[in-house]
């Protein structure tokens, strides 16, 4: 299965579960891998059979600005779902990284795989 990148997408929102956290915006980093076959589109040469990686920025970067959460896990999981019900891939990788979280850490963050199955 084919893989479109989107690496190091910087989003901003409410995120955390301190009160602190609660009345600001911090960013967050994501890396996705999107599994789909790209051979359609290539045959063509039409955007229209693949990922459009613009449009789903965009509305990661809607969803990231509308939705606060708690937790980077439950944004994780949101995410991952949007993107499968919303863009039908069928699997994924996401890595979220909160930077400046944990003072020694450059970044703290998950991990996680999802598929539509």
């Given at each position: 299965m084919d893989q479109v990148l989107i690496e190091g997408l910087s989003l901003e929102t409410v995120i955390g579960v301190y009160d602190w956290e609660r009345t600001v915006?911090?960013?967050?980093?994501?890396?996705l891998e999107l599994?789909?076959?790209?051979?359609?589109?290539?045959?063509?040469?039409?955007l229209s059979l693949?990922?459009?990686?613009?449009a789903i920025?965009?509305?990661?970067?809607?969803?990231?600005?509308?939705n606060p959460h708690g937790l980077?896990?439950?944004?994780?999981?949101?995410?991952?779902a949007l993107l499968i019900d919303e863009f039908g891939i069928r699997r994924l990788r996401l890595t979220v990284r909160k930077p400046g979280a944990v003072a020694a850490a450059q970044a703290v963050g998950v991990r996680i795989e999802r598929s539509a199955d």
């Open positions: 915006r911090q960013r967050l980093e994501l890396d599994h789909t076959d790209i051979r359609p589109a290539a045959r063509g040469d039409d693949t990922l459009d990686y613009a920025c965009q509305r990661l970067a809607d969803y990231a600005n509308d980077v896990e439950t944004f994780a999981e949101r995410v991952a």
